[in-house]
């Protein structure tokens, strides 16, 4: 079994930052890429920004410059600086992970968090 759980959501004022985390922790073999999406209520899913285990990031265009992701391979574990953070980025956020586990190993699936809440506040 593998589980993501993030931490880090909450309220903020417009202008402010936050910083999100996802650990995954399980039966893990090797993790290829990692990224956080989020989705507003009403709208769809989309991704915010992605990680490989080696290579570059990739981002959305409305958090460039303001948003950076990293992740620690020893510890499982990707993070997202948000800064500068607008009433428009206010949503649900949520890890995703492309995970061989030792069970199945020819096997590379995406595995999901729970979700973290982000309210930004004008």
């Known amino acids: 079994q593998v589980q993501l759980v993030e931490s880090g959501g909450g309220l903020v004022q417009a202008g402010g930052s936050l910083r999100l985390s996802c650990a995954a922790s399980?039966?893990?073999?090797?993790?290829?890429?990692m990224g956080w999406y989020r989705q507003a209520p009403g709208k769809q899913r989309e991704l915010v920004a992605t990680?490989?285990?080696?290579?570059?990031?990739n981002y959305a265009d409305s958090v460039k410059g303001r948003f950076t992701i990293s992740r620690d391979n020893a510890k499982n574990t990707v993070y997202l600086q948000m800064n500068s953070l607008e009433p428009e980025d206010t949503a649900v956020y949520y890890c995703?992970?492309?995970?061989?586990?030792?069970?199945?190993?020819?096997?590379?699936?995406?595995?999901w968090g729970q979700g973290t809440q982000v309210t930004v506040s004008a």
């Open positions: 399980g039966s893990i073999f090797s993790i290829n890429v």
């Open positions: 995703s992970a492309q995970i061989t586990t030792t069970q199945r190993m020819g096997v590379t699936r995406a595995y």
């Open positions: 990680i490989p285990s080696g290579g570059t990031t």
